[in-house]
């Protein structure tokens, strides 16, 4: 699901930008939303940015190609690209813009698929342990100790608040 801007596939923006009226370009993106829909890890973005609060899904971020998409740029993860520790609040609300542009799509039917699937995420984000996977990718050689911890407590504390912030950003009050 990761990739990198190199692999040479439009992005969502690239596509809906490619045709010449605004009332084109949103039913170009109606149809670009009804394909993401259709994506079995859509809930599982929901939730990823919900947990990691990227502030910055915006359609230039995820790009299509050859049957299969990839969502590239995480550089507003954290509450934005200049966090510092005092930002990151495991229980805060952070913008997630896929509630800007792609939930305004969704059925209520698929609101509560995505929002019941980005709650399912939680189980697999206690898996992981997140320090090591920060040290095994050198995030910690990125950060100085303090903020490194900072960023392993807030990604450890904030697992339990993903079904809300999903659920929030899918607007499924029961679940914000």
């Not at 990761?2 to 930008?17: C, E, N, R, Y």
């Not at 995820?62 to 550089?75: E, M, N, R, V």
């Not at 900072?150 to 993903?162: C, D, G, T, Y």
Request: charged content about 20%; some cysteine.
């Amino acid at each position: 699901m990761f990739a990198s801007a190199d692999v040479g596939s439009p992005s969502v923006a690239q596509l809906i930008k490619a045709v010449p009226t605004e009332l084109q370009m949103l039913a170009h993106l109606e149809a670009i939303v009804a394909v993401l829909i259709k994506q079995a890890w859509l809930g599982d973005l929901y939730g990823f940015d919900a947990w990691a609060a990227n502030i910055d899904r915006h359609p230039g971020n995820i790009l299509f190609g050859a049957g299969t998409a990839w969502i590239i740029d995480h550089g507003h993860c954290y509450t934005g690209p200049t966090w510092v520790p005092a930002d990151l609040v495991p229980a805060g609300n952070f913008r997630h813009r896929l509630k800007e542009w792609v939930t305004p799509f969704l059925q209520v039917d698929q609101r509560k698929r995505l929002a019941a699937e980005a709650g399912a995420l939680v189980t697999r984000l206690q898996r992981i342990d997140v320090r090591d996977v920060g040290i095994q990718n050198r995030v910690n050689g990125l950060l100085d100790d303090v903020d490194f911890q900072a960023l392993v407590v807030f990604l450890l504390e904030r697992i339990p608040h993903v079904p809300r912030a999903a659920g929030g950003a899918l607007d499924e009050p029961r679940l914000a």
